[in-house]
Structure formats: structure tokens, C-alpha cells
């Protein structure tokens, strides 16, 4: 199937309730999803009773540009190591055989009973080594299907391309060979089950919220007030990366359609990507700058403000095989802060989003559709709070870092059994 890293068999004695992450990237360099989801994976498993360690990529975060980078980061308890080599490899073969000889002395010196990585198939490759060299059991967390991602912004034709099926084969090789896969919702797990992973060694771990996100919302008002916003205007927006699937030039169309019939209607687009600067032309051509406000990046605690200074927050997704699959966490965290959802009708979206009961659905790529939802949303403050309570008490109910931390130790738990029979 492919080139693979190699180590020698040389197990260790591991430690109980010990477990090893090895991840892409990582807070506090990264401030992505990604980065954040595992975050919260980590603090989770801490107040759960295990000690962790982060492993990053080889060579980041000096890869980004923090030249300055230090060996390790200390972030809320939870540490980071960096494989930090004074010389890189020039083939990407040399470089991967580099880090699962980096990775394999991190682990033989920190023990630990399990090892834990994320997608893509490369972390894959190097976690399979190591776990196979330290004969532990790993687990390989598919958080997306990258390689439709990748797909998603070119034509049709990239679907056939042998970079396509290549990478597909590779993800799927490492989905099998792991000992077990999570990820994040039914959708993505009927994809893995195709490509010959056995159901029962796939756990799913949703999106989900913690920290401050499960503290009681305050008021839109004073939401507002503390970002410097009208108080009296109405507001919808999203908290995303701004990129070609999530849809956004659909949101603003029907923005465009919304403005003349609801005066104090603004529209707030907080994140940044490489659809910004198409979305801001759009809101230029169509005169709408005054009453929209494009942040960029903001920081977790600021992007939390404007969830709650949101009247509806919108996830007006493209159709693709990307979206179909992978659910975001943002509208999970919307939810938690007491927001309706106006989502569009896929299914990965239909996993959190029930319509009429925590939220509504709508056509996706249908501005004309998304904008009468919105109407309708905005018109009727009743049916706002009702879609937003309804909402946080389905998300502090199942969605939480902390029943998610329970589910890994549990599939810990399963693996270590597992592994314990063999080798006896």
C-alpha cells in the first residue's frame, strides 16, 4: 500500500492511564478548530484522570513562522512538545521516517498506555510505527474527509484524479489497520464502515462544548455592549472560516434580499480565509458595507461575545461530499449559547439541527429559500428564544468535552484489554 516509516521492536513497560497525542497543530501557535478541538480533548482527559502529553508535527511551529517557537508549551496544564530538529530532511519520506524516530523517543521516555492521533494518513503513518515499536495500542481520529476537502475548491475532474484515489487509499489503509477509529458523527461513520472498518471499533465523539460555553449566556444586550455594537439592531452572521463550501456569498445574497425589508438588519462575518476578499467585493457591489462588519480572526472568548450577540446564527453550507460528512463545531456552539441555528439541509447538519425543534433547515444554495427562514426568524422574537433554549439544552445534554473524555477512556479501556489478551 505505500511507503512506510520503520522502527525497531523495542516495547515498553507502559504507564497506567497514561496517553500520547500526537497532533498537526496546536494551540497557543494555531488558534483552528482543529487545534481547539484537541485542546479540549486534552483538558477533558486531564479532569478525567489521565495524563497527557501533545506531540506536534516535525518542524512546527517554526513551519508557520514562530521563529522563536520554544521546545515545549505549557497551555492550561496540558503540555506540548515540539520536534524541533536543527536540520529537516528534503524528501517528505526522510522527514516522516524523521519524526516516528522523534515520536518514538518522546514515547519510550513518557510510557504511555495508549497512542492517539488525528487525521491525516501521515500522522496515521508515523503513530502506527511508533504504537507498533512500543507494542501499545493507537487510535487514529478522523475529524474530516480532506481529501474532499481538497476537492471541494476544483471541479468535478479533481474527483477522478489519481491524487484523489491516492489519498482516499492511503486514509483508508490507516482506517483499518488502527485499533480503533472515532469520529464525529453518523455521517462520516457510514463513510468509514465503506471503505472495511468493522463497526464495532468505531466510537463517535462529536463536536462539542466546555469551559465557559456551559456557563448561563448573558444578555444580548450586554453582549453587544461589551463588542461595541448598536444594541438595538438585529444581527445575523456565523463564527467560521471563511471558505468556498461554507456558503457565505449565499448568506450575503440573502442578506442583500432581507436589507431593504428589515432596516436595522445587520450582518457580522467573523473569521478569515481565502473567500474573504471575495465576500467583501460581494458586499460592496451590492452597497451593503455599512451594515456589514467583517471581523477576522478574533480571539475564543471574543468569538464566544459574538455567538451571543448573534439574533440567529446561519451555516448556510455548499452541497459537497465535505459537507454532507463532516459537522462543524461552531453551531454546536451557538447552540450552547442559547442562538437558533438556521442551517442548510445536509445531513451531517442534520445531526444537530432539528427543524422546528432547535432549529431550522433550509435549501442549500438557495438564497432566495435561506432568506424567507430568516424573515420568519427574525419577525418572531417568541420563536427565536424557543429554537435558542431548546437548542443549549440538547447541546449541554449530549455534547459535551467532558461525556466525550468518558468515551475515550472507555475506548481506552477496550484497547488495553485487547492488547492485554494478546499478549498474553
Given amino acids: 500500500m505505500g511507503w512506510k516509516p520503520s522502527l525497531p521492536s523495542r516495547p515498553v513497560l507502559p504507564e497506567s492511564r497514561r496517553v500520547l497525542h500526537l497532533l498537526t497543530n496546536s494551540v497557543p501557535h494555531t488558534g483552528s478548530g482543529y487545534a481547539r478541538r484537541s485542546h479540549a480533548i486534552l483538558t477533558a482527559q486531564q479532569s478525567a484522570g489521565w495524563e ?24 492550561d496544564g496540558v503540555t506540548y512538545e515540539r520536534i524541533l530538529p536543527r536540520r529537516v530532511p528534503p524528501t517528505m519520506d526522510r522527514r516522516l521516517q524523521q519524526q516516528t524516530v522523534e515520536l518514538a523517543g518522546v514515547a519510550r521516555e ?5 497512542l492517539h492521533t488525528t487525521t491525516h494518513f501521515v500522522n496515521g503513518l508515523v503513530a502506527r510505527e511508533v504504537a507498533k515499536a512500543l507494542d501499545i495500542p493507537w487510535i487514529y481520529e478522523v475529524r474530516g474527509q480532506l481529501a474532499d476537502t481538497w476537492a471541494s475548491s476544483r471541479d468535478e475532474s479533481a474527483l477522478q484524479s489519481e491524487r484523489y484515489e491516492l489519498f482516499t487509499s492511503r486514509e483508508a489503509e490507516i482506517m483499518r489497520s488502527a485499533g480503533m477509529v472515532a469520529t464525529l458523527g ?52 456565523t463564527v467560521s472560516s ?15 434580499l432581507l436589507a431593504p425589508r428589515l432596516p ?9 480565509g481565502t473567500a474573504a476578499p471575495g465576500l467583501r467585493d460581494q458586499v460592496q457591489r451590492l452597497g451593503l458595507a455599512g451594515r456589514t462588519i467583517f471581523t477576522g480572526r478574533v480571539s475564543p472568548e471574543r468569538a464566544r461575545l459574538y455567538h451571543l450577540a448573534l439574533d440567529v446564527f446561519v451555516v448556510p453550507r455548499k452541497d459537497s461530499a465535505v459537507t454532507r460528512a463532516v459537522t462543524p463545531l461552531k453551531p454546536v456552539e451557538a447552540m450552547a449559547s442559547e442562538r437558533p441555528v438556521v442551517a442548510s439541509d445536509l445531513e451531517a447538519l442534520r445531526e444537530i439541527v432539528t427543524d422546528n425543534v432547535n432549529g431550522r433547515l433550509t435549501t442549500p444554495e438557495n438564497p432566495v429559500r435561506l432568506a424567507e427562514v430568516l424573515q420568519e426568524l427574525l419577525e418572531d422574537e ?14 449541554l445534554a449530549t455534547r459535551t468535552w467532558q461525556a466525550n473524555a468518558l468515551a475515550y477512556s472507555k475506548a481506552y479501556e477496550t484497547l488495553l484489554s485487547e492488547n492485554s489478551r494478546r499478549l498474553n
Fill in 264 to 272: 436595522k438588519l445587520c450582518l457580522i462575518l467573523v473569521g478569515d
Fill in 242 to 256: 471563511l471558505v468556498g463550501y461554507e456558503g457565505l456569498d449565499d448568506l450575503i445574497t440573502a442578506f442583500a
Fill in 382 to 395: 417568541d420563536l427565536r428564544h424557543r429554537l435558542g433554549a431548546a437548542g443549549r439544552e440538547y447541546v
Fill in 110 to 114: 513518557f510510557r504511555p498506555s495508549v
Fill in 52 to 75: 497527557t502529553l501533545a506531540v506536534t508535527r516535525l518542524g512546527y511551529p517554526v513551519q508557520i513562522g514562530a521563529l522563536h517557537a520554544k521546545q515545549r508549551d505549557v497551555v
Fill in 186 to 237: 453518523e455521517s462520516m461513520k457510514r463513510n468509514i464502515m465503506a471503505v472495511g472498518v468493522a463497526e464495532h471499533k468505531i466510537m463517535i465523539t462529536p463536536n462539542a462544548v466546555g469551559g465557559a460555553y456551559l456557563d448561563t449566556p448573558i444578555k444580548h444586550r450586554d453582549a453587544r455592549a461589551a463588542l461595541g455594537l448598536e444594541v438595538n439592531a438585529l444581527y445575523i452572521g
